[in-house]
């Protein structure tokens, strides 16, 4: 592992450049709620199911509220208003609400203010002790099982069909991985919805909803059992409805979430305010369920060159990093992304690699880290494919990582198959066997490349957290700093659904996951 080539103390001061980069963007997440946020509320409170055509309850009663242009006090009071008209369900609750004119939802007197409020605060107090309880199942299975030793193996899933997903996941699981990840059907994070129900149709991937998570966590529990060793399960909750797949992965015990605002703004063309906001909320979430967040830094360095790009890889996570502990999640939850990307024609890639990925552990000692493999340069010759990713292998053993995804040789050709990914789970197996304690046996030398290196890289990421801080993390963004892509304050999709919180806004989870 790497000596002291980056000084504690420039560490530290790269903390403090993040946190000061972040704290402006607190005043914004102060101040105002969304659209996801107020529905991600209702589901706390059991609004899960779908109206006419489909579309979600909570989406129903959040848009009404929001055309009557009341919204900005919260669902939740409103949800007591429903319930103060004599609502004996949550579908009632619905019902009457979105039934009332604009004009009937005008103000009441100081107690009944009150006795709504106090309501309210039972029921949620009541709806959050049946979350912990499920969250509660999954740890005793997770502790009774046992996980397998780092770095866990990751593999992906992605048939359309959650049925068919599962098959592969329980076939992956016996070949060896350690962690399952559902990718979303394609393009799901530009929905401002979350579809309902068990889907069989998708395209590039599953829908991301409630009850494909039941399906999928029900059949890897069961699969745990058999092979007594627990199987993680991960999905994605970036997009315009963070929060609410946060809540769905939540109740239904997943383990990992894609989550990531900097991934939204970037490569899907989410509004900032937006997608910084519903992250906050979303998070939150993630710290109380004890969900391990992945994030998205890898993807800078598919659309810039990995080897000029690579500080921007550090900076972000250092903000990143920021975000998260600010949202109340631990070191142990941090899976912070990077990959191995380097064009392989380049001499002393092993070298480059090994420089970033100690690094990134240098920098984060205590966080699991999200190891990614080679994708951008990938080349239809498979049996070149299959050497490439195991030089990936070889960087994650040796640099400690905690969760590595696996690459598949015909990575961009196919959607794996069976056979792609059971050569995938062996090698990695074997490489993780050979080199076991690997790092343990080698020093880097303070003069030589992997540490020169590093330090050149450390350097450009601390210029680049200083621009950050002077200009501000709008304007980087703007100058296309990371991942050559430029956004600006305004732009993109979900601006809309940004609203700002009236002196009284209600919101007891908010209170309920921030308190201490």
Known sequence: MPGPF??????????????????????????????????????????????PGGVPLANLMVDRLKAAGVLNRGAAYW?????????????????????????????????????????????????????KSRIAQRDALRKELGNSPAPHKYVIVATGNIYDDVDQARAAAQAGADIIAVIRSTAQSLLDYVPHGATTEGYGGTYATQENFRIMREALDDESRKLKRYIQLTNYSSGLCMAEI????????????LNDAMYGILFRDINMRRTFIDQYFSRRICALAGIIINTGEDNYITTADAYEAAHTVIASQFINESFAKRAGLKDWQLGLGHSYEIDPYRPETLLLELSQAMLIRRCFPNAPLKYMPPTKHKETDIFFSHAYDVMADLVAIWTRQGIQLLGMMTEAMHTPLLADRYVALKAASYIYRAAAGIDEEFTVREDGKIANRAREVFGRAMELLEECQKDGMVAAIGRGHFGDVKRTETGGKGLDGVLEKAPDYFNPFQDMLEAP
């Open 6 to 51: 980056i000084e504690d103390a420039r560490i530290v001061h790269a903390r403090k450049l993040a946190e000061d980069i972040t704290e402006p963007i607190f005043e914004l997440i102060r101040r105002h709620t969304t659209v996801s946020i107020e529905r991600t509320v209702l589901r706390f409170f059991g609004i899960s199911d779908a109206g």
């Open 79 to 131: 949800y007591g208003r429903a319930l103060q008209l004599g609502a004996r369900s949550p579908l009632e609750a619905v019902e009457r609400l979105t039934a009332l004119p604009a004009e009937k939802l005008g103000p009441l007197s100081p107690e009944m203010e009150q006795n709504i409020r106090e309501a309210v605060q039972d029921e949620a107090r009541a709806a959050m002790d049946d979350l």
């Open 246 to 257: 946060a809540f769905a992965a939540a109740y239904e015990r997943l383990d990992m979430l």
